[in-house]
């Protein structure tokens, strides 16, 4: 390579590099977060319903947050956040499975 290239495409070609690093890293993070996710499994009870707001400081665009908490048969608290639909479904008592290889649980009877 020509120095006067070298020069000129030297720091594109590392900046390129560490980019690509950094991409593939979280991309890394974000599947084995949710490989774990879909390998649990449990049955449990909701004990709990959470929901929270957060504004936006650029707009007033407002931002809504459900969770529903579930004591497992085994004594663990689990926070799951779900959509307003699977929040507005479930009740204080309910029984949940989740079944290893499924992202949400589900009722039960």
Known sequence: MQPEKAIIFGPIIIFFLIFGVLVIGFL?????LIAKGKAMAWKG???????KTG????SDRV????TLVFKT????ELKVGTSKQMYDSYEI?????KKAGEL???KIA
Request: net charge negative.
């Open 28 to 32: 890394t993070v974000v599947v084995k």
């Open 45 to 51: 009870t909701l004990v709990d319903k959470l929901y």
């Open 55 to 58: 504004q936006d400081i650029d």
């Open 63 to 66: 931002t809504h947050f459900y």
């Open 73 to 76: 048969d085994d004594g663990k």
């Open 93 to 97: 008592g309910d029984k949940a499975e």
């Open 104 to 106: 949400w649980p589900k």
